[in-house]
């Protein structure tokens, strides 16, 4: 598998460097395996839907990631580096954001607050709140979201709007990668075309986005690559313009390791007449 | 265990030994070392039969009520209301019964006793469940009102009746000693042991209760009525109290104001050193009933003392003479909260991490046990829920702008107060002495609150800071007159003594975890216990008079440095603005500034509005939630040592009820129970609405029948009253928006009866 993603690594398709490469990756909960010999890669400006059955090992990968959770082996490589992430904070220096499900923002506080939680402006001692709002505002505009304002508390947001804080939170630290763990597991349908929409602006700027989601329909929406996981091992990768959802639910019900080969792989499979993996709908 | 049961059923019989077994086992082995302890240093109490039936007399009251709080200890709740339930229940009964009183029957008196037990242990139930108040905020005030009612209906004097108890042997039989030798409250309490085992361990009722307290969430999805549950248990707990509460008056024929006093330390110290664990989930009735007998012998050891030898020199000549070593009474509850934060910790740093069963491997040179997992994988979770008011702050402008803010209502009920006393008692109420008497009480109240505010923001509350304050006047008493320290040392020591408790306090719930609540309840009991210690038996006054300034008016000092001041504004200001003043206001400001304007003031806000998102954004929560205990600790100090400058001695009961008032006034300020939100200009304003009623209730109305004052234990429970209202008004109308809610309705109902 490592072969493989070396071999892809040199094609045209992906001349550019990955921004994310994780090899071999294992990680153990006392007698559970949720990882077992994963990888992985992101391109930049990328956006990958990572998919499996619950408890396939979607989240606890993006967690090994960001250094919320520390992997038994395996290599993460981030934009080339060999990083050895401890906390989610150090892997935020390299440009990883998570959002969580439930967004972690504090309802008692106001949108610019939330925004700039823990690295409030400072003006002398102070908290410079001019500043503070005024960026908050700039940060969302960016974004191209709606709040009705910066100085709103968070707890009277509905859910796709504490949302959209969560994410604009998130780019403000210029991230190279934002990984959205069920991002629209509790938004309305309306919230969810926003989310999408939003999701197409950051990749229009550059950033690689991972969605860990169960809904295939957002990810083929707007998604450029599923991953599939089963029992935390890979089982498929492909190109949403090579695939189709139902071979992606079949993955995730009967996938095995000879399914896991390589989106690039998968595709030149599929361009060799007369052995197309793909099934017919 | 035989082989061959082994073999007939070897899944069965062959369940592997839990150290629940094992710590029952140890609690008696303690419990015959501690006797036997007890037996050698004072033979003459412990060396007698008498002495083993009044301990199992003794204990088997304080069993009772212990079985009724496993099952709200398991529940995941807790009840402090127990000891003010059994003295009131002891209290009413003699109002009841006593000839001197309504002199009623035996049947309608119990009834009656019956009927307010179980109406206690409903309104702990609704206030906790249906109400959403914190049990530790709901069965505080709970008792606090309880022990109101305590001094005010017996009028702070013992009521008898031991004549009339004659009269209904069969109910006074209960509190006397059997014709087997034995005293038959024993008896009640056994068979209220295995009633309660049995139905925590056997029954659906316990699975229940266990379910509850295990995960309440859990309990909700799979049907069971977690909040029936949860009263049920209360209920339980309060009629308990109350038949323990009527034993004691069957037994002593009359009652006393004392009864029941701190006794829901006893109680709950008892259940968790019996193996229940204040996380919920967890607890045997069994257990808690030894740890009872444990927790009553230890206390009993400590009251007896034991004999010593004193060297007396009479003429030259040194003689030894026998005398008796007792703790004074007041110093109990030190060892006995001391006693409850060990416990408290035995859970999740002993049992949990499987001690015993690592070092019996170790001694025995086989590998240890895995430890069990426990990464930092649960980060525990806490939200707000939605603030209306906030909306309404934003569309406002100009004066509604100020209106809507949190703590506007604080304000203006403030000046309120103020008007109704100036309407009141107009005479009165202008005059300077009156100003500088509210003054003085207010800056106590305020200093408190300030670092309460700073507590109650970043989520944690501090229950101990009335003791804190009693612990540091004692000790600055104390080293001013036992040790001769000069002033200023003395000083330094009393705010060491508050400030090291508010670490403590710190320690304990930011560096081993502890729930705040128990970690300063323990503290309460520790600082007032030690306090009272230090005092004991001592006359602490007439301190020098240069310390004593840091308690006076301004006048005082310009005189004390004789600085002439001439009569007008100066004069009148300086007569009514006294030092303390200034030094609160001082901290108000830098407290205020910090709080509202500088990252940290926003760190703390973070950390109380939504702990894990703050940890996740990088903030460090438990740098800022041990920074805000320890404040409050140096608050609590520094009204400690202006305690006694202004009284000129040092009262045990200073600072008691305090902090009920600071609570109150944090809420009542715009602060929430449940954390992320307080400003300083709100505490102030909520610390001047508590000191203005308090003021106004102690005001004598001068009618046409004569004058009028209401006492002060009518007073204290008012302001338990004021305290419940205050976080009941904070979590229905502030956080959940419900008059709004109830306003929308009612337009919608117009407008629809319009439509039609």
């Known amino acids: 598998m490592s072969d493989a993603a070396l071999a892809h690594a040199t094609t045209a398709e992906s001349s550019a460097e990955f921004i994310v490469e994780m090899k071999q990756i294992s990680k153990s909960f006392g007698a559970v395996r949720a990882l077992h010999n994963v990888d992985f890669t992101l391109r930049p400006g990328e956006i990958l839907g990572l998919v499996g059955d619950n408890s396939a090992g979607k989240s606890t990968l993006m967690k090994v990631l960001t250094g919320a959770y520390h992997r038994d082996s395996g290599e993460v490589l981030v934009d080339g580096h060999a990083t ?152 498929g990768d492909r190109y949403i313009k090579d695939t189709t959802e139902q071979e992606i639910l079949e993955l995730m019900i009967a996938g095995t390791a000879e399914t896991a080969k390589s989106a690039d792989a998968a595709r030149a499979r599929l361009a060799s007449p007369g052995s197309s993996p793909r099934p017919s709908p | 265990m035989s082989m061959s049961a082994d073999a007939a059923a070897p899944r069965l019989t062959s369940r592997p030994l839990q150290l629940a077994g094992g710590w029952d086992v140890g609690l008696l082995v303690l419990m015959a070392l501690l006797y036997l302890g007890g037996a050698v240093l004072n033979p003459g109490f412990f060396g007698s039969t008498d002495a083993f039936q009044a301990l199992l007399r003794d204990t088997s009251r304080v069993a009772i009520i212990a079985v009724g709080m496993t099952f709200v200890i398991v529940n995941k709740d807790i009840d402090l209301s127990v000891g003010s339930t059994y003295g009131l229940v002891a209290v009413i009964f003699a109002r009841l019964y006593a000839p001197t009183f309504l002199d009623l029957g035996i049947v309608p008196s119990l009834a009656l006793c019956a009927a307010l037990g179980l109406g206690i242990g409903l309104t702990n139930g609704l206030l906790v469940t249906l109400l959403r108040v914190p049990a530790f905020i709901a069965t505080l005030t709970t008792l606090l009102i309880g022990r109101g009612f305590v001094l005010a209906l017996t009028g702070g004097q013992a009521i008898y009746y031991s004549d009339k108890g004659n009269e209904a042997p069969l109910f006074f039989g209960l509190g006397e000693t059997n014709t087997f030798g034995f005293n038959n409250q024993i008896v009640v309490a056994l068979i209220v042991i295995v009633v309660g085992a049995f139905v925590l361990a056997k029954t659906r009722w316990g699975y229940e209760t266990f379910a509850t307290g295990g995960n309440e969430q859990a309990a909700v999805y799979a049907g069971i009525p977690t909040r029936w549950v949860r009263i049920r248990g209360y209920v339980i707990s309060s009629l308990l109290a109350t038949l323990a509460g009527l034993l004691s008056a069957a037994q002593d024929r009359g009652v006393t104001p004392l009864y029941g006093l701190g006794w829901e330390l006893t109680v709950i110290a008892s259940v968790i050193i019996g193996g229940a664990s204040v996380l919920g989930g967890r607890g045997r009735v069994i257990g808690s009933c030894l740890g009872a007998t444990l927790v009553v012998l230890i206390d009993k050891v400590l009251r007896e003392g034991w004999p010593i030898v004193r060297m007396i020199v009479i003429d030259g000549e040194t003689i030894p003479v026998n005398a008796k070593f007792t703790l004074p009474a007041g110093a109990v509850p030190a060892f006995l909260g001391t006693l409850l934060l060990v416990a408290v910790l035995i859970e999740p740093y002993f049992i949990r991490r499987q001690v015993p069963q690592r070092l019996w491997a170790y001694l025995r040179g086989q590998p240890a046990p895995p430890k069990p997992e426990s990464g930092g994988v649960a980060i525990e979770g806490v939200q707000t829920k939605g603030a209306m008011a906030s909306d309404r702050a934003m569309s406002a402008s100009g004066v509604w702008k100020l209106l809507a803010r949190r703590d506007a209502f604080a304000i203006m009920l403030a000046v309120a107060l103020w008007l109704v006393g100036l309407s ?333």
């Open chain 2, 424 to 756: 009141l008692r107009p005479d009165y109420w202008w005059n300077l002495e009156n100003s500088f008497a509210l003054l003085l009480n207010y800056t106590e109240l305020a200093l408190l609150s300030i670092g309460l505010t700073y507590v109650i923001a970043s989520g944690d509350i501090d229950l101990s800071v009335g003791a804190v304050l009693a612990l540091a006047g004692a000790a600055t008493a104390y080293c001013m007159k036992t040790l001769g320290f000069d002033p200023a040392q003395a000083v330094v020591v009393g705010l060491i003594a508050g400030s090291a408790a508010g670490l403590v306090n710190a320690l304990l719930t930011v560096g081993f975890g502890l729930s705040a609540f128990i970690a300063t309840l323990g503290m309460f009991y520790v600082a007032r216990g030690l306090a009272a210690w230090m005092v004991a038996g001592q006359q602490l006054t007439g301190f020098p008079e240069g310390f004593n300034l840091l308690g006076r008016k301004l006048i005082d000092i310009f005189t004390y440095f004789g600085i002439e001041v001439p009569p007008g504004v100066l004069h009148a200001v300086s007569e009514a603005l006294s030092v303390q003043t200034i030094y609160m206001a001082l901290i108000a400001i830098v407290a205020g500034i910090v709080l509202g304007y500088t990252p940290f003031g926003q760190q703390i806000l973070a950390t109380g509005g939504n702990r894990r998102a703050a940890d996740y954004a990088g903030i460090n929560t438990r740098r800022v939630r041990f920074i805000s205990l320890a404040f409050s600790g140096v608050c609590a100090a520094i009204a400690g040592v202006i305690y006694v400058a202004y009284y000129r001695s040092f009262n045990p009961t200073a600072g008691q009820l305090r902090e009920l008032d600071g609570i109150a006034a944090v809420i009542i300020g715009g602060g929430s129970i449940f954390g992320g939100y307080g400003t300083i200009i709100g505490t102030l304003a909520g610390a001047a609405v508590i000191t203005l009623i308090r003021s106004l209730l102690s005001l004598q109305i001068i009618t046409a029948q004569g004058a009028f004052v209401m006492p002060q234990h009518w007073v204290n429970v008012f302001i338990g009253v004021i305290l419940i209202l205050a976080v009941l008004a904070d979590i229905w109308v502030r956080q959940e928006g419900i008059v709004r809610i109830w306003i929308e309705r009612i337009r919608k109902m117009v407008q629809g009866g319009r439509n039609v």
């Open chain 1, 84 to 235: 050895n992430f401890r906390t989610p904070h150090q892997s935020r220096d390299f440009g990883i954001e998570m959002i969580y499900q439930d967004f972690a923002l504090c309802g008692n506080m106001d949108v610019a607050q939330n925004i700039f939680l823990g690295r409030w402006p400072r003006k002398g001692p102070f908290v410079d709140r001019k500043l503070m709002y005024a960026e908050a505002a700039g940060v969302l505009r960016r974004l191209n979201v709606n709040v009705n304002s910066v100085y709103q508390k968070v707890e009277s947001l509905s859910g796709g709007r504490q949302q959209s804080v969560a994410i604009a939170r998130a780019i403000s630290f210029d991230p190279k990668v934002v990984i959205l763990d069920e991002p629209t597991a509790n938004l309305s349908h309306v919230a969810t075309e926003t989310l999408l929409k939003t999701m197409l602006e950051l990749k229009a700027q550059g950033v690689a986005q991972v969605i860990i989601s169960h809904r295939l329909i957002d990810i083929f929406e707007v998604g450029d690559r599923v991953m599939a996981l089963k029992r935390g091992e890979n089982v």
